[in-house]
């Protein structure tokens, strides 16, 4: 993977390249075709590539914590992030990999699925929902997961980061959907997107990569990468 901005480079160490620049910071990972589309046939693996999965695989293993929407989870059929040789130097001193947290107000999971039974005791999986989510469900879930309750009606997403951060988990990677990308943005919590371009005309009904509230946040582009015609763009929060 080369470098074309900003210094041109043949080799890049992503680590490197995505480290975070501090312990609080909430980042949004997407992929999207040349045309702005967020998925192909309703998912985001048909736009991905070798090479955004390297980038994907590395933004999880510096993360404290992955937070994804309910669709996103069912969609994709998430499962617990699985420790791997290469996060060993990324995460010492932490857990060998990052919990999953899923925002969800109806708490409409499927609990018997492998994020909930197979996620290890140090990565137990998390679920952020409401007070008005039905009883039995949350009791249900507390069997399988932690459950953190941030807001009434709706999932309130600047307590929910706050509650991450008193339990330690500063650095969040969210992987979208499109919506919850749209109501962090909104929410003013976004602090940086990692964004692939795939080179791919996804048409379609696809959404773009933020599907909601308009947020108008300006970005500083901080890096671009490049192979086999993908691009992996950076883009940094600029200061208020």
Known sequence: MRRI????????DLA???????????????????????WLKGLSEGLSGKGDRRVFGVLRGLAD?????????????YGPARPRVSWRELRAGRPLAPPIAVITRRLDLDLAS???????PYARTIVITTERAPKDRCDEAAKYAEVIVAGEERVD???????LRERGL??????GGPRVNAQMAAAGLVDELCLTISPLLAGG????ILNGPASNIRLRLSHVLEEEGFLFCKYTREPP
């Not at 500063?170 to 992987?175: A, D, M």
């Not at 009904?205 to 773009?208: I, K, L, S, V």
């Open 16 to 38: 490197d390249a995505y480290a975070y620049p501090r312990g609080d910071w909430l980042r949004l990972n997407m992929v999207a075709g040349v045309d702005g589309g967020a």
């Open 205 to 208: 009904d696809a959404a773009r």
């Open 65 to 77: 914590v992955v937070v994804a929407g309910g669709a996103t989870v069912r969609t994709e059929g």
């Open 5 to 12: 901005l900003p210094t041109p480079a043949d080799d890049v």
């Open 114 to 120: 492998p994020l909930f039974t197979q996620a290890e």
């Open 157 to 163: 997403l600047a307590l929910a980061v706050g509650l």
């Open 170 to 175: 500063g650095r969040v990677l969210c992987e």
